[in-house]
């Protein structure tokens, strides 16, 4: 049943508590304590209805007779229902408020929408991966997890905008960009037979390696990584007995030759160890 009715017209003799309609269906439209409103003014309160067409008025009408007019009954109790059932969805959700937010308790969440999230950044936020971790959600990718195991930072972990270090990271790539360290701090790598290197993220480079030299003249030695500038070269032999030195020539920033000595000066076959640092920007 709707809150108004208006279908057909009314007739009433002021001074009386019977209203007569026409072209009205009252039995499923109407009921005691409904209003008849006609023009804003109310006519009465429903008494009984005693058919489609006749409704008898809790108290005498005391207006002007109406005869075949327009009206309106107010079915209060529709409107009564209504807000009885809206204070009812109000009620529940508050209920339900009650023991989680207002309580302070909040649902496990979902990376797009965790626990504890934003009115207008629905997908950031914290959510409860599992017993008794926190994880920190932005866009919709945890980037943390606190647990008893620790704070760990999935993705980097900042400090006044600059990554932070440890076991984990430093070790890796180191990369730069206009002199700005931006990868690992230690680089470490063996190039087979070119021997090893070993970078900083301050730019310092050390290539190293151990070369058979020969008595019929250099050997060039290809650094396992290339230097901005050319390095600065130490190197000692190794053959021991009567070999005097080894001496490094033709120095650049990829390649070296070496060479060892007798004590007469002349060269000879045997090892040297060498050690070369620069910058590898």
Sequence with gaps: MSIWYRTGTISITSGSAALTGSGTAWLANAAPGMMVVRNGVIVGEVLTVNSNTSITLAVAYTGTTISGGSYAIANLGAVRDG????????????????????SGRFGDGTLAEPGVAFLADLNT?????????IGMVTGGVQRALLSSAGLNAITNLLLNGSQVFARSNILGTVTQAA???TGALIESVFVGGNGEYTRFANGTQICATTVATSDAGEVAWTYPAEFAVT???A?????????????ASSVTTTTLNMSTFLTTNARVSSFANIVAVGRWF
């Design 231 to 233: 390095p600065r070269v």
């Design 125 to 133: 936020g914290f959510r409860r991966p599992a017993a008794d971790q």
């Design 179 to 181: 002199g700005v360290p």
């Design 235 to 247: 190197a000692v032999t190794t053959g021991g007995g009567s070999v005097a030195f080894a001496r």
């Design 83 to 102: 807000l009885i059932a809206a204070f009812n969805d109000v009620m529940a959700i508050f209920d339900a408020a009650q023991a989680g937010p207002l």
